[in-house]
T-cell receptor, first 114, second 116 residues
Framework: GAVVSQHPSRVICKSGTSVKIECRSL??????MFWYRQFPKQSLMLMAT?????????EQGVEKDKFLINHASLTLSTLTVTSAHPEDSSFYIC??????????FGPGTRLTVL | AQSVTQPDIHITVSEGASLELRCNYS??????LFWYVQSPGQGLQLLLK??????LVQGIKGFEAEFKRSQSSFNLRKPSVHWSDAAEYFC??????????????FGKGTTLSVSS
């Protein structure tokens, strides 16, 4: 089946620094990728929709200047958390839509901001 | 508004017993329904999905789910639970992904514990 990878799997950073998370579709081209955030014991909440070659669409309440999304190719989308703060600590999961009726999820990235 | 409700936050089942996890949805169009499983600290694994056709769908690991339009439900079942089934289960609904690529709406999840 289709595989989506995320890197890094976990990251610890100091407050005020920026962190980049990569999401790659390994064996298919993804015109659309989605970024979700999951707080402990919570469900997944959509943050933004990333379309290759165009600006991301952010959900209400998600700061686009804080969570920068770039979808520069059909196999790579990146999420950069700028000036991270402890409240940004979460599990970030991406998924990729490969033109068939299913999304494929990455394994997630655990971000801890000290 | 579109939403997914999983009424049970936590369920404990004895190993070997049957399991049913409930899911109700509210969706304006024809729903595409999914069940995912998540182990601690891990990503999501698709158990099964329903798009059309037979309302009883079979998935991996012995799971099945039945779509009942009249009840707006898509309950997940397994006849005999194994200790390795202990995990978080999410029901999700979405529109067709053939066109714009629509994100999924997830329920809050049900934590399954398996007792010996």
């Amino acid at each position: 089946g289709a595989v989506v990878s995320q890197h890094p799997s976990r990251v610890i950073c100091k407050s005020g620094t920026s962190v980049k998370i990569e999401c790659r579709s390994l064996d298919f081209q993804a015109t659309t990728m989605f970024w979700y955030r999951q707080f402990p014991k919570q469900s997944l909440m959509l943050m933004a929709t990333s379309n290759e070659g165009s600006k991301a669409t952010y959900e209400q309440g998600v700061e686009k200047d804080k969570f920068l999304i770039n979808h520069a190719s059909l196999t790579l989308s990146t999420l950069t958390v700028t000036s991270a703060h402890p409240e940004d600590s979460s599990f970030y999961i991406c998924s990729a839509h490969g033109g068939i009726n299913e999304q494929f999820f990455g394994p997630g990235t655990r971000l801890t901001v000290l | 508004a579109q939403s997914v409700t999983q009424p049970d936050i936590h369920i404990t089942v004895s190993e070997g017993a049957s399991l049913e996890l409930r899911c109700n949805y509210s969706y304006g169009a024809t729903p595409y329904l999914f069940w995912y499983v998540q182990s601690p600290g891990q990503g999501l694994q698709l158990l099964l999905k329903y798009f059309s056709g037979d309302t009883l769908v079979q998935g991996i690991k012995g799971f099945e789910a039945e779509f009942k339009r009249s009840q707006s439900s898509f309950n997940l079942r397994k006849p005999s639970v194994h200790w390795s089934d202990a995990a978080e289960y999410f029901c999700a609904v979405g529109a067709s992904l053939n066109q714009a690529g629509t994100a999924l709406i997830f329920g809050k999840g049900t934590t399954l514990s398996v007792s010996s």
